[in-house]
């Protein structure tokens, strides 16, 4: 779990499960809640049980003062972390990554807007892949169907210059606020109607235009 709007959100409402691990590149504040009330145990990993294994945190002083000499908490270096052959050793693992936009294809850009570098690509290549060969593993990218200014993420191309940070070859989930599609093994014109179907109601129709012109 990283940091922002969409992990904290997914942390919140994972108060009814029980039993949860975590293996992360990074976690922040919202995990706290959950291992006090004993949602967050570790207790079915089957690498480093009972422990939260990541990278880095950021967050709170109160977040710091849980860390500060606390054996659950495993520290250790990003080739562990984001090593996809360990990473798919614990069963069930859910990888959830966010998108600066998604095309119809199902290409995920997490990293440019355009051709101007926004972040780092991170661990989502390493955490999607990961989850897609754990057991019963599931690979999410979950973010809003539109920007703050009304813009669709959901686009008929990428922007001039953007990078492709998960291939449509290794994309499984997408998720939005108007629900979950699975595009794996799914053809292109198949693909596409399943994004369109959970982009914002606005931009359905012209999403509707531009793909039967791309994939006619």
Same mark, same amino acid.
């Given at each position: 779990m990283g940091i922002g709007g969409i992990p904290n959100v997914v942390l919140h409402?994972?108060?009814?499960?029980?039993?949860?691990?975590?293996?992360?590149?990074?976690?922040?504040?919202?995990?706290?809640? =959950? +291992?006090?009330?004993?949602?967050i145990t570790g207790a079915n990993k089957e690498i480093k049980t009972g422990k939260l294994v990541t990278c880095f945190a950021i967050g709170s002083? !109160? =977040? &710091?003062d849980f860390i500060d000499d606390n054996p659950s908490v495993?520290? *250790? !270096?990003?080739? &562990?972390?984001?090593?996809? @052959?360990?990473? %798919?050793?614990?069963? *069930?693992?859910?990888?959830?990554n966010s998108a600066i936009e998604i095309d119809l294809t199902g290409q995920v850009c997490a990293d440019t807007i355009g051709k101007f570098q926004f972040s780092g690509v991170g661990g989502q290549m390493d955490f999607i892949r990961g989850a897609a060969?754990? !057991?019963g593993g599931k690979p999410i990218i979950a973010m809003p169907s539109i920007t703050k200014n009304g813009i669709s993420k959901i686009v008929?191309? =990428? *922007? !001039?210059? @953007?990078?492709v940070t998960t291939t %449509? @070859?290794?994309v499984h989930y997408i998720a939005t606020e108007y629900g +979950?599609?699975? =595009?794996?093994?799914?053809?292109? *014109?198949? %693909?596409a109607k399943e994004l369109i179907s959970i982009s914002h109601p606005d931009h359905r129709e012209q999403l509707e235009i531009d793909s039967f012109s791309h994939f006619r």
């Open positions: 409402n994972l108060k009814n499960h029980k039993n949860l691990g975590i293996h992360t590149e990074m976690f922040s504040d919202g995990i706290l809640p =959950l +291992v006090k009330s004993g949602v002083p !109160e =977040l &710091y495993h520290f *250790k !270096e990003a080739a &562990y972390t984001n090593d996809t @052959a360990i990473i %798919r050793k614990n069963p *069930k693992v859910t990888a959830i060969l754990s !057991e008929p191309f =990428l *922007k !001039e210059g @953007a990078g %449509r @070859a290794h +979950v599609v699975n =595009l794996y093994g799914k053809n292109l *014109k198949q %693909r």
